[in-house]
T-cell receptor, first 116, second 113 residues
Framework: EAGVAQSPRYKIIEKRQSVAFWCNPISGHATLYWYQQILGQGPKLLIQFQNNGVVDDSQLPKDRFSAERLKGVDSTLKIQPAKLEDSAVYLC??????????????FGSGTQLSVL | QKEVEQDPGPLSVPEGAIVSLNCTYSNSAFQYFMWYRQYSRKGPELLMYTYSSGNKEDGRFTAQVDKSSKYISLFIRDSQPSDSATYLCAMSGYGNAGNMLTFGGGTRLMVKP
């Protein structure tokens, strides 16, 4: 079974530039998550999709972050404009669980973003 | 106060030692308790999964949940250098906790040969 695919693996940008991350979840997984993991901290949920609808985006900084999941499969996360504090690893995860509450998530390897 | 507290470590032990990792939490609505293992430059992978209170054993790993004390533990027996990683506790539930998975900050474990 193929895992969660993410690209790019690394990205270095200057502040105020824009950046986009891509995620392809495990086939058949209805729920997709984007997490932000700052160095030395646990992952923090940014947004949760069930199919192509948003379930939770309460912690997404909507003035600069946006995400979409077209056709209920692939997803993109965009930051525009980036700030220094956005430097982190952005993790995509998917879950077969349609309610999203049981916590059995499969994570990709993440995109490490450095904002200079 | 954070919802989930976890000692960041690092915790350094010799190969073969018994390792104890712990988390405390404040939200009594949490029902599902998990331990994720994260190797350097990799995403977290689910290691142990427990619903409500009690113990669960899987090979060298034992997860314990004490909901009355709001305290969960992961024990690793006969630790190996390959166990060197960051261990993240995570929990979720219904009601006030919603469906959102809340992670601890992680404990970095180093097992020395």
């Amino acid at each position: 079974e193929a895992g969660v695919a993410q690209s790019p693996r690394y990205k270095i940008i200057e502040k105020r530039q824009s950046v986009a991350f891509w995620c392809n979840p495990i086939s058949g997984h209805a729920t997709l998550y984007w997490y932000q993991q700052i160095l030395g901290q646990g992952p923090k949920l940014l947004i949760q999709f069930q199919n192509n609808g948003v379930v939770d985006d309460s912690q997404l900084p909507k003035d600069r972050f946006s995400a979409e999941r077209l056709k209920g499969v692939d997803s993109t996360l965009k930051i525009q404009p980036a700030k220094l504090e956005d430097s982190a690893v952005y993790l995509c995860a998917s879950s077969l669980d349609r309610t999203g509450g049981t916590g059995k998530l499969f994570f990709g390897s993440g995109t490490q973003l450095s904002v200079l | 106060q954070k919802e989930v507290e976890q000692d960041p470590g690092p915790l350094s032990v010799p190969e073969g030692a018994i390792v104890s990792l712990n988390c405390t939490y404040s939200n009594s609505a949490f029902q599902y308790f998990m331990w994720y293992r994260q190797y350097s430059r990799k995403g977290p992978e689910l290691l142990m999964y427990t619903y409500s209170s009690g113990n669960k054993e899987d090979g060298r790993f034992t997860a314990q949940v004490d909901k009355s004390s709001k305290y969960i533990s992961l024990f690793i027996r006969d630790s190996q250098p390959s166990d060197s990683a960051t261990y993240l506790c995570a929990m979720s539930g219904y009601g006030n906790a919603g469906n959102m998975l809340t992670f601890g900050g992680g404990t970095r474990l180093m097992v020395k040969p």
